[in-house]
């Protein structure tokens, strides 16, 4: 990279500066007589670093089919667009944002690891090409470079593809309006040409948070070829050349940049048409060129390029700090990505064992890492406000839908998974936890950073929004009617339940109880590098016991607002004293958002008596979680507050909730009499219970009956999974249909966990018969469903949000790479019991 002398100048005093810094640090801490504290600030502060760096840029920009960004709130964001240029109509089919409805044949990360880098592939039918995107970083983290390939499908090897790429800096500074003011910026280093650009295309830039970067794109292989329509219409329309525009956007408006395109093509269009009136037509790759018209120089930046047939052409990221040895360039970009896609293979093989009959199939094994590569290419970084509505109040006595009317509050930021690329990309709170269980395996401590992010969001009444829709850009993908969150609406506690997976994984390889020195990797000093990132918390749990201690006092502000906000009647319905009993706030006649399974049939007509089994048991979750954490902490006291709790919970579980009558555990509710009267609708909701596992080892009766609602065709079993609803229930199939039939995969893995566990804890209390059933039910389903997800993404080439239990069929949001990615745990799970 050339850099200016003042440049190279300011790099070593920056680095001076942070030597100095480093130094005193040392030397105050080498005075202390508490020695282990700089140790453990000094392990904190390592880790801290390698994990920033190495999860600095990525894919973020998870709502697009390929946009980079780094976790930096106002920073450089950068995306791919393109169109066929074969006729005038394809325009209207320029891809940016990954849509449900595109035409594509698939589209997903197909081997991908965040540390790393990876592949996607797109499949486009309407372009007619098949694109291949290779992500690479740099080992500091700090630099990145992509290849954009183009493979035309059969019959359309001369297709005409024309490709945008965009960078654009924001400002730290809000409505900042000019570059003097600005925190950075970002300029096109190339002497600047109407006509266009042979070769490369470099432009340079520096941001407070960055620094000093270049962003250089060229022009690919010589065997890459450009249209040659005849005769250029104009001499700025040459497809052979590169065309650059820039202009100027304020912050929160990079990610119009499709929109923006569009109305400077109509600009330039114009512009032609009052040029040119003796000419009727110009050949699409020449009409669709995007043109300089106005000398602008801006913070965002488009590089257009037009190519026919196969191609390909190559985008590297620069930074400064970059070692000349580890930067990424067009002559060992391809050596850089090999190395990757090697990587993210060993990783794979490494941390996830495929068990029978899956562990010998190549096309499973595919299938898997395809799996885990897809959910990791849906982490996001979202910056910016979001609606909150804290003034409408819910009527008890109403269960009408609310119109809520939110103010901005903010900015908030968020390090999250989504459930969906093209349909749901955006951070849900129910989601995330079981998004979170197939990385504990595979990297600790970038769920941990998830984790960190979410828990960050815990407000001062302890309250986090069911979805986090921030910034205008995840609200673009969202209908008006859902944008607005209320602190009355709660959702399930997932994040509990996976952070007590993650104590319990490093649990499992540490006594986490008995910390007093910490521990040292590779000889007596403690020094932790790369290599060691994704299980750096196994080696050293010091890390997750002190995050522990700082997040308690938000995890127990969070548990006490969950249960005042969401505690049911007890007393006035002639229900006992123990007041462990909960119903969920915000629920309408015909749907329960709050709950997550939105439309699953609830007690009607709807009363303030109402209570819920599925919410009774989440608390239960929380309530054991909090146990878990306060004993790590020591802290007695919550330890038994906690465990009196989770007590009472059961006992109200089995007193409230269970019907004799039905077998199963029911939502309560009263009749006109204002009696005390059971709302049985068999499926997922009476299973509650049993898949938070707080059902007592030794009531082998409601085990058998759990086993035997499962198992039976004409309730919830299929060939194809557990349905969400009984074939015997009156509303089954009826309506929505979202959870009234539907197999959905996250219930379905945690019925596979309940029957393992179970069967360990109480096999012994259990007949023969009863074991048998345990161990027909686990093994069959298990394939069952595994089978039937593989086979759907092999004819569609997507994963799916849910599946007909009738058919098998694929059903709602393609490229559900969020909890569906559970299959991955069961193909991980053992073959038989």
């Given amino acids: 990279m050339r850099l200016p002398i003042l440049a190279n100048a ?47 840029w990525g894919p973020y920009r998870s709502a697009l089919y390929f946009g980079l960004r780094p976790r930096i709130p106002r920073s450089l964001l950068s995306g791919l667009m393109w169109f066929n240029m074969d006729n005038y109509d394809s325009i209207g089919k320029l891809r940016h944002f990954y849509e449900q409805g595109d035409n594509m044949k698939r589209a997903n990360w197909v081997s991908y690891d965040p540390r790393i880098g990876g592949r996607q592939i797109i499949d486009d039918v309407d372009s007619h090409i098949k694109i291949i995107i290779d992500f690479v970083k740099s080992e500091d983290g700090k630099s990145w470079g992509v290849k954009v390939k183009a493979v035309p499908h059969k019959g359309f090897e001369n297709v005409k593809t024309s490709f945008i790429w965009y960078s654009g800096l924001e400002s730290k500074k809000d409505n900042d309006e000019d570059r003097d003011s600005s925190s950075g910026y970002l300029k096109l280093e190339n002497q600047k040409n109407v006509l266009g650009y042979k070769g490369n295309v470099k432009l340079s830039g520096v941001s407070e948070e960055l620094g000093l970067f270049e962003i250089e794109i060229n022009d690919g292989p010589k065997t890459n070829k450009h249209p040659s329509s005849g005769k250029i219409m104009d001499p700025d329309l040459d497809p052979s050349r590169a065309h650059h525009y820039s202009l100027r956007v304020p912050n929160d408006n990079v990610w119009k940049a499709r929109d923006i395109f569009i109305t400077m093509l109509q600009e330039s269009i114009k512009d032609l048409v009052e040029k040119y009136p003796q000419f009727s037509e110009f050949p699409p790759e020449q009409a669709f060129i995007i043109r300089d018209l106005h000398n602008f120089e801006g913070n965002l930046h488009f590089i257009q390029k037009v190519y026919e047939g196969a191609c390909e052409f190559d985008v590297v990221y620069t930074n400064a700090i970059t070692t000349s040895n580890d930067k990424i360039t067009f002559d060992n970009i391809n050596v850089k990505i090999k190395r990757a896609l090697d990587g993210v293979n ?88 079981f998004h979170l269980l197939p990385l504990l395996k595979y990297d600790s401590d970038l769920v941990l950073e998830i984790m960190k992010s979410w828990f960050n969001l815990i407000d001062d009444g302890g309250w986090i929004a069911r979805e986090q829709i921030i910034g205008p850009e995840s609200r673009s993908r969202v209908p008006k009617q859902f944008q607005v969150q209320s602190p009355e609406i709660v959702n399930p506690p997932t994040l509990m339940l996976a952070f007590t997976f993650l104590l319990e ?61 969401q505690q049911g009647y007890v007393e006035e319905f002639d229900r006992g004293t123990n007041r462990e009993a909960y119903r969920w706030r915000g629920r309408t006649v015909s749907h329960c958002l709050a709950s997550g399974i939105d439309d699953y049939p609830r007690p009607l007509p709807a009363d303030v008596a109402e209570l819920n089994v599925d919410l009774l048991s989440w608390v239960g979750v929380m309530s054991r979680s909090m146990k878990m954490i306060a004993s790590l902490l020591k802290l007695e006291s919550d330890v038994s507050e906690f465990g009196k709790h989770e007590k009472d919970i059961i006992e109200n579980l089995e007193r409230l909730h269970w019907s004799d009558k039905d077998q199963v555990y029911c939502d309560l509710s009263v009749n006109e009499d204002d009696e005390n009267s059971h709302e049985c609708h068999k499926g997922y909701i009476s299973l509650f219970p049993f898949l938070t596992k707080l059902i007592p080892e030794d009531k082998i009766h409601k085990l058998e009956a759990m086993i035997n609602l499962i198992a039976d065709p004409e309730e919830l079993w299929s060939d194809f999974g557990i349905r969400s609803l009984s074939k015997s229930d009156e509303y089954y199939r009826t309506g929505e249909n979202y959870w009234k039939s539907p197999i959905w995969i996250n219930i379905n893995y945690l019925i596979i966990d309940s029957i393992q566990h179970y069967y360990g804890t109480s096999h012994t209390h259990m007949s023969e018969e009863l074991k048998e059933k345990f161990k027909t039910v686990y093994k069959n389903l298990r394939v069952n469903i595994i089978n039937n997800v593989v086979d759907k993404w092999e004819s569609t080439g997507y994963v799916w949000e849910q599946y007909d239990d009738a058919t098998g069929k694929e059903k709602g949001a393609k490229n559900f790479l969020g909890w569906s990615s559970a299959v991955l745990l069961m193909m991980n799970m053992p073959e038989e019991l």
């Fill in 346 to 433: 060993e990783k794979f093989e490494q941390k996830f064992s495929l068990n029978k009959p899956f562990n010998k199939s190549k096309k499973f094994k595919a299938f898997g890492k395809e799996l885990l590569s897809g959910l990791l290419g849906g982490i996001s970084y979202v910056y910016g406000d979001h609606l909150v509505d804290r003034e409408t109040v819910f009527d008890e006595d109403s269960f009408e839908s609310y119109e809520l009317v939110g103010s901005f509050e903010g900015p908030h930021e968020l390090f999250t998974l989504v459930p969906s690329r093209p349909f749901f990309p955006r951070g849900f709170l129910w989601d995330e936890g």
């Fill in 505 to 565: 994984n490093v649990k499992g390889e540490n006594d986490l109880g008995s910390i007093d020195e910490p521990n040292t990797v590779d000889g007596d000093e403690q020094v932790i590098d790369k290599s060691h990132l994704g299980q750096i918390l196994l080696n050293n749990p010091e890390l997750l016991t002190n995050y522990t201690k700082e997040i308690y006092p938000k995890l127990k502000l969070y548990y006490e607002s969950f249960r005042r906000t």
């Fill in 10 to 56: 300011l790099i070593a005093l920056f680095a001076l500066s942070f030597c100095a810094a480093e130094q005193v640090k040392f030397d105050i801490l080498a005075d202390s007589e508490d020695t282990s504290q700089w140790f453990n600030s000094d392990l904190e502060h390592q880790y801290s670093h390698l994990s920033n760096d190495s999860l600095l």
